[in-house]
T-cell receptor
Framework: DGGITQSPKYLFRKEGQNVTLSCEQN?????MYWYRQDPGQGLRLIYY???????QKGDIAEGYSVSREKKESFPLTVTSAQKNPTAFYLC???????????FGQGTRLTVV | GIQVEQSPPDLILQEGANSTLRCNFS?????LQWFHQNPWGQLINLFY???GTKQNGRLSATTVATERYSLLYISSSQTTDSGVYFC?????????????FGTGTLLAVQP
C-alpha cells in the first residue's frame, strides 16, 4: 500500500538521551515535513524538506535535527537540547511543497 | 505570519444533526486543507480546497479566498464523526512557505 510510515508508535526516552524517529514514504513525494503536537493544541512545524539533501527550519527547530539523504526517508532526531520533548510527532509528505499534504500515523514520545 | 482561527472550539451534537465549522485566516493563501484527527491521533485528509466548493458524501467544504474563510459542513452526523477537525493554510511562494494549523474544533457526536 502507498503511504507514510512512522516508527515506532510509542517511544520512551530517558533525560539526556538522543532519539531518532523514523519517517518513510513510498508516494514518490518530493516534500516532507515534521510537526509536533502538544495536548489540546494544533500542529507546529519543526523542519521541512523540499528536495533530497535540502531542508529548512520551521517554527520550533531548536533541539531537533533532520537529514534527507534519500527521497523516501526523513528521520527526525530529538536531541538532549530539546527541553520539553514529550509530545506527539507527525510526519507528512506532499508531491511538491504547497500541494496536498498527507500524514503518517504519528509517534508518541515520552521522556521518563 | 498568517493567523488561523477556528470556531467553535468545541461542539456537541446529537446523532443525525448537521453542523458548520469555520476557519478564518488573516492573509492570502494558495493552500487550504481540512483534516479530521481520529482518537488514535491520525490525521485524515478531508479536503484540499484553496478555493471553491467540494463535496464528499455527507461532508462538504467551501473556501472563499477573497474573504479569507473556509467552511466545513457535516450533515447527518454519526458517532464516528467525533474527533478534532483542523484547518491548515499555506501561502507557498509567498511570505509563508509552510502549512499552518489552527487550534481545531473538538466535535463530540452523541448517540
Amino acid at each position: 500500500d502507498g503511504g507514510i510510515t512512522q516508527s515506532p508508535k510509542y517511544l520512551f526516552r530517558k533525560e539526556g538521551q538522543n532519539v531518532t524517529l523514523s519517517c518513510e514514504q513510498n508516494l514518490n513525494h518530493d516534500a516532507m515535513y515534521w510537526y509536533r503536537q502538544d495536548p489540546g493544541q494544533g500542529l507546529r512545524l519543526i523542519y521541512y524538506s523540499q528536495i533530497v539533501n535540502d531542508f529548512q527550519k520551521g517554527d520550533i527547530a531548536e533541539g531537533y535535527s533532520v537529514s534527507r539523504e534519500k527521497k523516501e526517508s526523513f528521520p527526525l532526531t530529538v536531541t538532549s537540547a530539546q527541553k520539553n520533548p514529550t509530545a506527539f510527532y507527525l510526519c507528512a509528505s506532499s508531491g511538491q511543497i504547497g500541494t496536498e499534504a498527507f500524514f503518517g500515523q504519528g509517534t508518541r514520545l515520552t521522556v521518563v | 505570519g498568517i493567523q488561523v482561527e477556528q470556531s467553535p472550539p468545541d461542539l456537541i451534537l446529537q446523532e443525525g444533526a448537521n453542523s458548520t465549522l469555520r476557519c478564518n485566516f488573516s492573509d492570502s493563501v494558495n493552500n487550504l486543507q481540512w483534516f479530521h484527527q481520529n482518537p488514535w491521533g491520525q490525521l485524515i485528509n478531508l479536503f484540499y480546497i484553496p478555493s471553491g466548493t467540494k463535496q464528499n458524501g455527507r461532508l462538504s467544504a467551501t473556501t472563499v479566498a477573497t474573504e479569507r474563510y473556509s467552511l466545513l459542513y457535516i450533515s447527518s452526523s454519526q458517532t464516528t464523526d467525533s474527533g478534532v477537525y483542523f484547518c491548515a493554510v499555506g501561502n507557498y511562494g509567498g511570505a509563508t512557505n509552510k502549512l499552518i494549523f489552527g487550534t481545531g474544533t473538538l466535535l463530540a457526536v452523541q448517540p
